[in-house]
């Protein structure tokens, strides 16, 4: 109460005019004082008595990446609207299109076959299209981040790069398996190891291709608009050189 009442606080209605310290302490003797002896200080400086640091920041690259990574980790188990997502997407994707050609588990003519390679193409570019998609605005968030923290000096950019690479791996790896499951056993794909893990690992090798070209072009343009935009750019060429829109003999060797 007496610290209220002496600075003029709660004294609403009252005529006497609160002090300003501030103000008085600029136009005081004291201030001035303090001024010079920072000046003086300033001016009697010596080569041997300066500070140095060994390096830009405080600690290692290894240690830059391990609570890099350990941050990052937790941000993507705290954010379920990214990663339920896409996990719910491969589901969806891989149900609709095996389901449709249930029926033609086993090619009769080149007409069933067509489709059923169409089916692949179609599908796996979806899951693609919708992890570079889906990774845009998280990428953002987390590149002001790091912005704002590579300013104040706290870690450089290949800390952040090895950490979204690694931490997208498991995320990527969990979606691609969701989907393979389901869409290989569904089309009555070969029941032999080899060519179901290299399904596996095209599908695991594609979704990541177009998960970390998405980080590309984040890091590349201002906001995630921007990005999205010449990502439908990737997306054209993979459909135009894929092999299924236009045969890859038919593509001239000038394209190829």
């Known amino acids: 109460t007496w ?14 005019k609160p ?7 600029s136009q005081s003797k004291l201030h001035a004082a303090r001024l010079q ?9 010596k080569e041997e008595g300066q500070v140095k640091f060994e390096s830009t920041y405080a600690t290692s690259v290894t240690t830059q990446a391990n609570e890099v990574i350990r941050r990052t980790m937790k941000i993507f188990f705290r954010s379920p609207s990214y990663n339920t997502v896409r996990m719910f997407t491969s589901f969806i994707v891989a149900i609709l299109f095996s389901t449709v050609y249930t029926t033609e588990r086993t090619p009769s003519n080149e007409s069933e076959l067509n489709s059923i390679v169409n089916s692949i193409f179609i599908s796996v570019l979806f899951l693609c299209v919708a992890a570079q998609n889906m990774v845009l605005p998280v990428f953002e968030f987390e590149r002001n981040m790091f912005y704002r923290h590579k300013a104040a000096g706290m870690y450089n950019s290949r800390a952040t790069v090895l950490a979204f690479t690694l931490c997208e791996l498991p995320f990527i790896f969990a979606s691609a398996t969701i989907f393979v499951m389901l869409f290989y056993w569904i089309l009555g794909f070969q029941a032999k190891a080899g060519p179901f893990f290299l399904f596996c690992l095209f599908i695991f090798l594609a979704m990541g291709s177009f998960t970390f070209i998405g980080q590309m072009l984040i890091s ?4 995630s608009q ?3 935009g010449f990502g439908a750019l990737v997306v054209l060429l993979s459909n135009l050189f894929g092999g299924i829109l236009v045969r890859p003999d038919e593509i001239p060797s000038f394209w190829m």
């Open 3 to 16: 610290m209220l009442t002496t600075i003029g606080a709660g004294s609403a209605g009252s005529d006497k």
């Open 19 to 25: 002090f300003d310290y501030a103000g008085n302490y």
């Open 37 to 45: 002896k920072i000046e003086d200080i300033c001016s009697a400086t």
């Open 220 to 223: 590349v343009f201002p906001d």
């Open 226 to 228: 921007t990005a999205q």
